[in-house]
């Protein structure tokens, strides 16, 4: 693992544009694209917007959404459209501005920033967007702060939806300097020689860069900075264009997120598939991935194990009925390979439920009985470990079967979990440090 250069200098922190030493989140673009974004959300075309996929969301999911999730609705249709909202306001390519998105709510630098959980999103993920487009030359400059993310990828994207991908860099693919940073330009033009390049097409809307963390508490997103290298042939968009911007795409995707929906609640209750490469799905190229979902009473829960098949990262999260990560930060729905405990044979024995089982690798559903599931293999060998991503054993199993059953598992006691919570606490706060 690379670790950066220890001097703020070298990272532009005295340029102005980083406003922490810590998180390189907490910078000028950030904070002038959240504005946008919230001024943006107060307006009563947005509103109206935000009501009509209410309306089509709710006529999606019928009666099929469990009577426990029906609550929180209209929170999950407010992250839904808020997420489009910041999406709008990282648009502009003639003036780029890379911002974080995916963010269940959170308050920093004075302000209450709204959440944009939808999608699936993956709670040990930075996920950061910045306006592109074809007649655009741009430079991205990528700095390392303390250790690296597991797995960072560098996606031209041609929708708002983030599915339709163009080109996709792996930074562990990518050339670098002595200090381990490096620079990828982006453009129409073919790449010269031993450039880290990314090449639009008229379609390109966006670059979606998303840094994966097995480790909440070490590991930190990349310090980025975006520079265009040629003039722009429009002056700034507006507050209305911006708008209109956020307004069709947050219609026109309601139809695509919900078929994505469907990867899981379509499937057999109580099963996963097999993994199928995410590309195929419009997901992150490169990635693994399967679905599904499960329905689990009290004293009931899953027993998953997983081959992590010598992926970088891996990683098994729960997301709500709305497609929403579970309240991450405060509840363990979601576990890495790099936090599991591994059994002899390399593979991860999760316990998925509602309460604790006193067992190593809980995955808690927050109380929910029926929830969503997604697992994720990134950064793969080229060679095949053994035979590759696979799901090797999905059975539910009562309460009182649990450490018979699981016996090479072993124990948490209270503890030992309120320890792992803080510890979740204290990685998921470096994300909000000022």
């Given at each position: 693992m690379r670790l950066p250069p220890n001097c703020a200098e070298e990272i532009g922190l005295l340029q102005g544009h980083f406003l922490s030493a810590q998180n390189p989140i907490a910078n000028a673009d950030q904070i002038a694209g959240e504005?946008?974004?919230?001024?943006?959300?107060?307006?009563?075309?947005?509103?109206?917007?935000?009501?009509?996929?209410?309306?089509?969301?709710?006529?999606?999911?019928?009666?099929?959404?469990?009577?426990?999730?029906?609550?929180?609705?209209?929170?999950?249709?407010d992250e839904y459209a808020f997420n489009y909202v910041l999406k709008a306001a990282a648009s502009d390519a003639g003036y780029p501005?890379?911002?974080?998105?995916?963010?269940?709510?959170?308050?920093?630098?004075?302000?209450?920033?709204?959440?944009?959980?939808?999608?699936?999103?993956?709670?040990?993920?930075?996920?950061?967007?910045?306006?592109?487009?074809?007649?655009?030359?741009?430079?991205?400059?990528?700095?390392?702060?303390?250790?690296?993310?597991a797995s960072t990828t560098f996606t031209l994207v041609a929708n708002y939806g983030t599915s339709k991908t163009v080109q996709t860099l792996d930074a562990d693919h990518a050339v670098r300097d002595a200090d381990g940073g490096f620079q990828i330009d982006i453009h129409a033009d073919p790449p010269g020689p031993g450039e880290n390049h990314l090449r639009t097409t008229p379609e390109t809307k966006f670059l979606f860069i998303r840094d994966s963390f097995g480790d909440w508490n070490c590991e930190t997103p990349y310090a980025l900075r975006i520079e265009r290298l040629n003039p722009p042939s429009h002056d700034p968009i507006s507050d209305d264009e911006a708008a209109r911007r956020a307004i069709d795409a947050m219609v026109d995707d309601v139809p695509l997120y919900y078929w994505f929906t469907r990867l899981n609640t379509g499937k057999p209750v109580n099963t996963l598939a097999s993994p199928i490469p995410s590309g195929a799905l419009g997901g992150l190229v490169g990635q693994a991935g399967t679905q599904g979902w499960f329905r689990l009473a009290d004293d009931q829960a899953m027993i998953v194990r997983i081959d992590p098949a010598g992926a970088?990262?891996?990683?098994?999260?729960?997301?709500?009925?709305?497609?929403?990560?579970?309240?991450?930060?405060?509840?363990?729905?979601s576990i890495t390979g790099a936090a599991a405990h591994a059994n002899a044979d390399g593979s991860f024995t999760l316990v998925v439920a509602a309460r604790d089982p006193g067992l190593r690798n809980w995955v808690e559903t927050g109380g929910r009985h029926e929830v969503l599931v997604i697992n994720r293999w990134q950064g793969l060998p080229k060679t095949p470990v053994r035979n590759g991503p696979s799901v090797l054993e999905t059975r539910l199993l009562p309460f009182n079967r649990l450490h018979n059953d699981l016996a090479s598992l072993p124990p948490a006691s209270p503890f030992e979990r309120e320890t792992e919570r803080a510890r979740r606490r204290a990685g998921y706060a470096r994300r909000i440090a000022e």
């Open positions: 504005d946008q974004a919230m001024r943006l959300w107060a307006r009563p075309d947005v509103q109206s917007a935000r009501k009509r996929i209410a309306f089509l969301w709710g006529l999606a999911y019928g009666a099929d959404a469990p009577t426990e999730m029906r609550p929180s609705f209209d929170a999950a249709i501005r890379i911002l974080r998105t995916f963010m269940p709510a959170y308050r920093w630098f004075g302000r209450n920033v709204p959440g944009a959980r939808m999608g699936g999103d993956n709670p040990d993920n930075c996920y950061r967007l910045v306006g592109i487009e074809h007649t655009g030359r741009y430079r991205l400059t990528v700095t390392p702060r303390n250790a690296e993310p970088r990262y891996t990683a098994f999260s729960l997301v709500d009925w709305w497609y929403r990560s579970i309240d991450a930060e405060t509840t363990l729905s």
